[in-house]
């Protein structure tokens, strides 16, 4: 037995009863030799379905360099598709850990999914990166040990603008976002620095998430003399949202400004000049001149037809990259959840967005910037135009330590 090499031990091990009896070290030892499984729960139809193209596509194109080979093993990606509603989400989530048995699960994009899945995770302990939701308080009172996060807290792209819009846009705003945690989130992350730098709220409004007609809720805007708009949408909801804020002549008079995902280049196209001169803050732009941005939108475009990526890309990149490193890092050993946890926690890397790092106390990422951005016409057509910055964007939640 001793003398045995890996290949014969294995193969010996598979001709016993399915394993059964070879001894548990015997089965790890096959499980270790397996694919890792990376179970992708995100939204690929419904509101958010461009959101989970992007996030899908960057990250594949990670494993696509890596030959889809990390640390000697396979990696199988197991998507599911969230519809972007939460009790399809949570479904989706109960049989990626209960039936597939993930090693480690990515997504989702819609903050009440993972509101509503976060027990499970935390409980199974399964190890969940998230690559979009930003519900704030999954890096505060709810984090765990468990929980990554590498897209943003609804709170970083938004609390830097309040202030920013008081000083340089209007003193008087309406606030319009879906009518759920992440409006939530973004809507009070805004007023924190906005009321404090003399903001006046004329009213603030909530549509339900995929609202087509908006035409109620522009009418208020209207006649509610605010000189700016701040808004949060997203996916098929911010085409339609910026569309009709046009169309409805809003334009001319009012300052539409919002959440960097309003204008992201995964909706850019289809909104057309309606977008021209909204203000939005956000952790990237397509434009930001270092080397690791210029070859992933290079790389990028080429992978997926000419497609420009946006800030949902970035975050499937980081993701797969930290799948990357931290499988290396432990040689491909995914049975030790603690010595996998403390290699994500450690990984360090320089990303389209700049450094990526995570903040040991939550578990989320520190935007290394937060771009106040324009969308401006430039030589390939609009494009989200840097006009200030603010650095080193950290959650305020204090909760997670780095496990031992
Ligand atoms: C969220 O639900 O947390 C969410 C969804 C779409 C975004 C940003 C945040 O663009």
């Known amino acids: 037995m001793d003398r045995m090499t890996r290949r014969t031990f294995l193969g010996a091990a598979a001709t016993t009863a399915a394993g059964a009896a070879a001894g548990p070290w015997v089965l790890r030892a096959q499980a270790q030799g397996g694919p ?29 360099r890596e030959s889809w080979t990390v640390a000697g093993r396979k990696i199988e990606l197991i998507k599911e598709d969230t519809e972007a509603k939460p009790p399809v989400g949570i479904r989706k989530a109960d049989k990626l850990i209960d039936s597939d048995k993930v090693d480690i699960l990515t997504g989702p994009v819609h903050s009440g999914v993972l509101m509503g899945m976060r027990d499970k995770v935390h409980n199974s302990k399964t190890i969940l990166i998230v690559s979009n939701a930003g519900a704030d308080v999954i890096s505060r009172e709810r984090c765990s040990k468990w929980i990554f996060r590498t897209s943003f807290s609804n709170w970083q792209p938004n609390w830097p603008m309040g202030g920013w819009v008081a000083k340089n846009v209007s003193k008087e705003v309406f606030l319009v976002a879906p009518n759920y945690q ?36 522009l009418t208020k805007i209207k006649q509610s003399g605010a000189k700016a708009v701040y808004a949060f949408f997203s996916g098929s909801d911010a085409v339609n949202f910026v569309k ?39 952790f990237y732009t397509p434009l930001l001149d270092n080397p690791v941005n210029k070859k992933f939108v290079a ?20 993701t797969a990259e930290v799948i990357v490193r931290a499988l290396k890092a432990v040689n491909g050993n995914t049975q030790d ?28 990422v520190i935007q290394p910037f937060i771009y106040i951005r324009e969308v401006k016409e430039v030589a390939g057509g609009l494009d989200n135009v840097p006009i200030d910055k603010v650095a080193d964007v950290t959650d305020p939640g204090t909760g997670c330590t780095l496990p031992a």
Not at 45 to 56: D, F, K, M
Not at 192 to 207: N, S
Not at 248 to 257: A, E, M
Not at 260 to 273: I, Y
């Open 182 to 217: 992440a409006g939530k989130d973004m809507m009070t992350a805004f007023k924190e620095t906005y009321l404090p730098a003399g903001g006046k709220v004329v009213a603030e409004d909530y549509p339900k998430l995929s609202e087509t007609d908006y035409a109620p809720y």
């Open 36 to 64: 890792v499984k990376v179970g992708i729960l995100l939204p690929y139809s419904g509101v958010y379905a461009v959101l989970g193209e992007s996030i899908t596509q960057a990250m594949e194109l990670v494993f696509a």
């Open 337 to 364: 959840k603690d010595k996998l946890v403390a290699a994500i926690a450690r990984t360090e890397f320089d990303s389209p967005r700049g450094r990526f790092r995570f903040d040991q106390k939550s578990h989320n």
């Open 299 to 318: 790389d990028f475009k080429a992978k997926f037809g000419g497609k420009t990526p946006d800030g949902f890309a970035v975050q499937g990149y980081d």
């Open 244 to 282: 009709q804020f046009d169309q409805f002549g809003l334009k001319q008079s009012i300052k539409l400004t919002g959440a960097g995902f309003l204008t992201e280049p995964d909706v850019l196209p289809a909104q057309g000049r309606s977008a021209l001169g909204v203000i939005t803050g956000h």
